[in-house]
């Protein structure tokens, strides 16, 4: 009995289920554009589109969505996805579906979940593998491929606007992801400069926003190149107003790559467009020439380096004050939110903290504001700050045993070539605390290269300088703390300093070990090479001597090309210095100063910093 009772249950509930998902969901009715010569799919196919059944709101607030799809950029990839036998050929001919059931995200008709649960959607049949901008017709050149994407998106809006009144409507909202994205971006402000009476908005879910200067040292310019022949072999149409302004300026592989990538024309929109992506979208990542595989050393490097970029990208765009553009960038490992099984789930729970107040905002009510107008939008989490309502791994973490959370100093370290450019952002631009904990804020550098803690910060000026120095942890403490301004610059650099000594002493030994071999900062085993040898001095004055057993100190290799005293806390050292000035000042015997005292020395009032005389002058000069 009870048996049968669980199956009715189970019954019941897949009935109830089936329910609630077809009452949410819209249903599209396939239209042709067979009056369009132009609207023609690669294989030279009559392209389609999908319009909502439901057309109460067709002249209202209307919803065009470029669906994700990839794309061909030669001859021979096109006949891999378009050929027979391919399981992307729908992705290349006519549909064939004449209805169709779109469930969930932006497809939903909750308006508590999907802000667009009232507008009248419309889904572009992909079927040009050339992200919606191709203008090219087939020929020998093209392998007999039509690339008309930007044609049939075209004649999809003129027919649109016969039948539902498009050129007629309060507003129009272009939305594409992945390929479709990088549609939205091409076509954003033609599609506003068609439909000059309607607003025009554009999102862009999961585009190529990538960081272009990460990028191997055997890249050569396979990034341009790809721009290049995609925008001929498609005859592909970039933002108008980005190609007119550079086309004079550079040759054609720059202007191919910047007028073809998100990460370089965003500026040229003029329509507002919101973004939707992640920190580090695995697909967009693996699409890039240039960046290593899973199973190279650098890997784990890179992928941090392009963590860290997508951050000072969206960074930079708020820095710019270009108010058409906002985002939402949640430190995720997804590509494409707004539409998909989660798609509901990730509307209504994900959420991060917005940009300009650090109030936390969900994905449905980003875009709700931004719809509204109310205000800009712009919402992102820190680099590898981790996100609970991502599935999937933590940051970096590519196997069971990673841990959840790591310390900042479990990370590798990004060479230089790899961080984000100066010219990012703008003139005498002080970049925002603390979105990349790894960055120096010139506070002091680290491991991480993210150094002290703005004041107000969560985590506090000591949790910080415990990963800059890898001293005993401190907790946090108020910014009161470090009084004036003045106190607080001064002990900024002396941390700065003992920063700076740990990475003199680490480059020392570095550059010991890598020419000799040795592993160890006080002294050197003799590698066996050297036994009862003569020891070069790379000053170029001889050899150092005979040493036939024993160890080498770092002075017997490099001689006296390094002063250990110039950094010590003893003799001379500005370390030293600098705690003698506040034992002369202060009374006591302060040879044992460690950070903590020096900071409760620094917390009286009355500490009077001349006795640091012309050493506080050099410091004050050097550090600006």
């Known amino acids: 009995m009870m048996s049968s009772q669980g199956t009715d249950r189970r019954i019941l509930s897949s009935i ?64 891999n996805r378009c050929g027979n036998g391919s399981p992307e ?40 593998s050339d992200n919606y901008a191709g203008t090219r017709g087939a020929s020998r050149l093209t392998g007999n491929y039509y690339f008309h994407g930007k044609h049939i998106l075209t004649a999809a809006l003129e027919d649109l ?24 971006g091409y076509n954003c402000d033609f599609v506003a400069s068609l439909l000059p009476g309607v607003r025009v908005k554009c999102i862009a879910d999961s585009p190529d926003m990538t960081p272009y200067w990460v990028r191997t040292e055997d890249c050569g310019k396979r990034d341009y190149e790809k721009e290049e022949s995609e925008k001929i072999l498609w005859g592909r149409e970039d933002d108008e107003s980005c190609v007119e302004e550079n086309k004079s300026e550079v040759n054609s592989s720059e202007l191919a790559h910047r007028c073809g990538i998100w990460s370089r024309y965003w500026p040229y929109i003029d329509t507002p467009f919101f973004i939707v992506g992640s920190q580090f979208d695995p697909r967009s990542f693996s699409a890039d020439p240039c960046v290593p595989a899973t199973s190279d050393p650098d890997y784990a490097e890179f992928e941090l380096a392009w963590r860290r970029g997508i951050t000072a990208l969206y960074e930079s765009m708020a820095a710019k004050g ?47 504001s931004w719809l509204n107008e109310s205000s800009a939008l712009r919402a992102i989490d820190g680099v590898v700050k981790g996100n609970r309502e991502c599935p999937g791994p933590a940051p970096l973490c590519r196997t069971a045993s990673c841990a959840a959370r790591r310390s900042l100093t479990d990370y590798p370290l990004v060479r230089r070539r ?97 020419y000799y071999g040795y592993d160890n900062y006080d002294g050197y085993d003799l590698d066996p090479v050297y036994n009862g040898a003569r020891i070069p001095d790379l000053r170029g004055n001889g050899n150092i001597g005979i040493r036939s057993r024993g160890r080498v100190s770092l002075s017997d290799l490099i001689g006296s090309d390094y002063y250990d005293d110039n950094y010590g806390d003893y003799g001379s050292g500005i370390l030293y210095r600098i705690r003698n000035a506040l034992r002369l ?40």
Request: aromatic content about 10%; glycine content about 10%; hydrophobic content about 30%.
């Open 418 to 514: 790899l961080l984000p450019p100066s010219n990012l952002f703008p003139n005498n631009y002080s970049r925002r605390c603390c979105l990349d904990p790894f960055y120096d804020y010139g506070y002091g550098g680290g491991r991480g290269r993210f150094g002290l803690n703005n004041p107000g910060s969560r985590t506090g000026l000591r949790g910080r300088i415990n990963n800059v120095l890898g001293r005993r942890g401190y907790a946090g403490i108020d910014s009161s703390v470090l009084g004036s301004d003045k106190r607080s610059r001064l002990y900024k650099r002396l941390i700065y300093l003992q920063y700076l000594r740990r990475l003199y002493n680490q480059h020392k030994n570095e550059y010991a070990r890598e």
């Open 161 to 184: 606007s016969i039948r539902f009144g498009l050129d007629t409507v309060r507003s129009l909202t272009l939305v594409g992801a992945g390929a479709g994205a990088r549609g939205v």
């Open 89 to 128: 050929k729908n992705k290349c001919t006519a549909a064939t579906d004449q209805v169709v059931e779109r469930f969930d995200g932006i497809w939903s008709n909750n308006p508590l979940v999907n802000p667009f649960a009232d507008h009248f959607k419309v889904s572009i049949h992909y079927c040009s």
């Open 322 to 368: 270009k108010k058409t553009g906002d985002f939402f960038v949640p430190d995720c490992r997804i590509h494409n939110y707004l539409e998909g099984d989660l798609a509901d789930s990730r509307l209504e729970n994900l959420k991060i903290e917005t940009f300009e107040s650090n109030q936390t905002i969900t994905l449905s009510e980003s875009l709700r």
């Open 585 to 624: 000042r202060k009374g006591g015997d302060l040879k044992d100063l460690d950070d903590e005292d020096i900071l409760k020395v620094l917390e009286d009032e009355d500490f009077d910093y001349e006795d640091f005389g012309p050493l506080t002058e050099e410091i004050e000069t050097s550090t600006k």
């Open 16 to 79: 109830l289920f089936i329910f609630l998902k077809t009452v949410s969901s819209t249903t599209l009715i396939r239209r042709d554009l067979a009056g369009y010569e132009l609207a023609r799919c690669n294989d030279g196919s009559t392209a389609s589109y999908y319009y909502q059944q439901d057309v109460r709101f067709a002249e209202q607030d209307v919803l065009i969505y470029l669906p994700d799809g990839g794309a061909c950029g030669t001859i021979e990839d096109c006949r």
